[in-house]
């Protein structure tokens, strides 16, 4: 899938009619910037079926599932992050095959991480509240 989305972005680059950048220094940019979104043991590909009893509730449903797949991962001790732009999703249906019927929502790598970021200092409460009326 790394190989198919840096082709593809190499094929955007060659339409591209402004090159700040060499040809080979674009493709060494992408490679290192996929670097990391491929460094995962595991990914988890969260789709919606577009032909269930419901299918306007996979607006809401599909990501609702990914966030809780992320919870639960990150309870575990496992990292994830909600790929949406890095992977296209036209290389998620060419390269894993997936039937158009299939909405993709996002792609998450799961995995534990070598570090964790620091955690932000707590907020108070009171910064939270609003009080107001209507």
Known sequence: MKEACVQ???E???SRGDKATS???HEASVR???SGY???PVYIVVLTDNTSQYPDYNHWDGPMAAGFL???ARALGYG???ITDAIPDQVTKEVLRIPDRYTRVCITPLGIPVEWPDSPP???LEEFIAYDTL
């Open 12 to 14: 955007r680059f060659d």
């Open 70 to 72: 992320m919870l639960a």
């Open 8 to 10: 593809r972005t190499l």
């Open 23 to 25: 040809k080979v220094q």
């Open 122 to 124: 707590k907020k108070k």
């Open 80 to 82: 994830t992050v909600f």
């Open 38 to 40: 491929f460094s995962a």
């Open 32 to 34: 290192n910037r996929l």
